[in-house]
């Protein structure tokens, strides 16, 4: 049987470290967990133990992404984490450069903390399904449910990105996703 993985965020307020430690969980076949106030540990980087964030719990996909696109939305993931320190501008930077990231949008905490938080267990999760991508068996990595159903979207919103393009070099995926963000929007009524 396979490892599952659950994120801990370390609740020593000097480290913060976000971790994946063994889930006493077994989530299969589209099961569901809830998870309240659930400590763990002991942390990789202080030795502390960390909370699992609440939430409602399920296995993700090793195929979530293609290897393309596992790249576009870590690279995204990132500036965003790097660039904004607050909601507003995480959602900002998500409708002006990240389009395709925009199932993500309601579940953005507005806590500056926890914000930030988030967007490194977004990344370190999709980190450990990629680099475990080759071996047998892959642990079974678990994220929140909503988080689950928003990742099925940005991968869809990739794939009709790609559809509707001529096959183009991979750092060009991102310029597309911006394309299709503004073709949504309304345009500006003129001034009178």
Partial sequence: MPTQLIPVICSNPSCGKVFFSK?????????????????????????????????QYTATSQTLFRPDQFDVVMNALRAIAVNSSTHDEAVAAIDSNFGFLAAL????????TQLTQYLQVLMVGLGLIVASGSRSPAPVIQL?????????????????????????????????????????????????
């Fill in 23 to 55: 889930s006493i969980f077994n989530i299969s076949g589209g099961a569901v967990i809830n998870s309240f106030g659930m400590r763990c540990g002991p942390c990789p980087e202080c030795g502390s133990t960390g909370l699992v964030p609440d939430g």
């Fill in 144 to 192: 929140d449910k909503h988080t689950v159903e928003a990742l099925h979207s940005v991968s869809a919103a990739l794939e009709r990105i790609q559809e509707t393009k001529q096959p183009q070099p991979q750092q060009s995926i991102q310029q597309e996703a911006k394309e299709e963000a503004s073709e949504k929007e309304e345009p500006t009524p003129p001034k009178k």
């Fill in 105 to 112: 949008k309601p579940l953005l905490p507005k806590d500056a």
